[in-house]
């Protein structure tokens, strides 16, 4: 997976989320003091989860030769600071000639994503300070 590199200047809260060849926009509402041009942190978070989760679910129908129109997954996300616990809520919407037991399916690996898995898993992580004299 690519680097992610976010970059924030005096305009406060918008941030370019670069990969190198493709750009996201991250920004906080007007009310907290951002401009509103792009997703809050939390949003890009949920929507980490509904993509892979709607592009694992093509990968699995495509590979069976099941007949999924398309998949939308609506994602909240909740953050609880007292319980230090979140809760992301996922509702699916499956199109196509799908019978039962495919759909009983598509929901079972809907939680087999790999954002799923990992959020679901314990997480470490490894923050360090390094100097740039200069950032291209």
């Given at each position: 997976m690519a680097t992610i590199t976010p970059s924030i200047q005096r305009t406060l809260y918008e941030t370019h989320l670069s990969t190198g060849s493709q750009v996201i926009l991250a920004d906080e509402p007007v009310n907290v003091g951002g401009q509103n041009k792009g997703m809050r942190p939390g949003e890009l978070?949920?929507?980490s989860l509904a993509a892979c989760t709607v592009m694992t679910l093509r990968m699995y129908a495509d590979r069976k030769g099941?007949?999924?129109d398309s998949a939308v997954a609506q994602v909240d996300y909740t953050s609880d600071p007292e319980t230090?616990?979140?809760l992301f809520s996922v509702?699916?919407?499956l199109n196509?000639?799908?019978n039962g037991?495919?759909?009983a399916k598509l929901l079972e690996m809907a939680d087999r994503c790999l954002i799923h898995r990992t959020l679901?898993?314990?997480t470490d992580f490894n923050t360090s300070l390094v100097d740039y004299t200069s950032q291209d």
């Open positions: 978070l949920a929507g099941w007949p999924l230090s616990r979140s509702r699916l919407v196509g000639d799908l037991e495919q759909r679901e898993n314990p």
